[in-house]
């Protein structure tokens, strides 16, 4: 069982950057590929990046491939999405999640992931 906990969203100008930081319990965090999604109102939850459990291997949505760097600490059971350059339409709330096969490089699908956190609104403005 993993528990996550997302920090770091806020209020943004386009253009601007924030980091995400999604904090996990559990001793067992650094054998779970770890996943960024985000859900804009009225759209599905939509994928943003995925790490491997190792950090080694990383891949992104295109929306956001240049723009957003994935990252985790497993010392500090901790996974960041640094997000740059960002746009209006990057507007909304974000979630981490864990995906429950381990040692594995991870999936963009979000049906594969069982464990999220609670979510962190980021708002860009124009």
């Known amino acids: 069982q993993v528990q996550l906990v997302e920090s770091g969203g806020g209020l943004v100008q386009a253009g601007g950057s924030l980091r995400l930081s999604c904090a996990a319990s559990?001793?067992?965090?650094?054998?779970?590929?770890m996943g960024w999604f985000r859900q804009a109102p009225g759209k599905e939850r939509e994928f943003v990046a995925r790490?491997?459990?190792?950090?080694?291997?990383?891949y992104y949505a295109d929306s956001v491939k240049g723009r957003f760097t994935i990252s985790r600490d497993n010392a500090k059971n901790t996974v960041y999405l640094q997000m740059n350059s960002l746009k209006p339409e990057d507007t909304a709330v974000y979630y981490c999640?864990?995906?429950?096969?381990?040692?594995?490089?991870?999936?963009?699908?979000?049906?594969?992931?069982?464990?999220w956190g609670q979510g962190t609104q980021v708002t860009v403005s124009s």
């Open positions: 999640a864990a995906d429950p096969a381990r040692f594995t490089i991870g999936t963009a699908n979000v049906g594969e992931y069982d464990y």
């Open positions: 559990g001793r067992t965090f650094s054998s779970y590929a």
């Open positions: 790490i491997s459990w190792t950090g080694g291997n990383t």
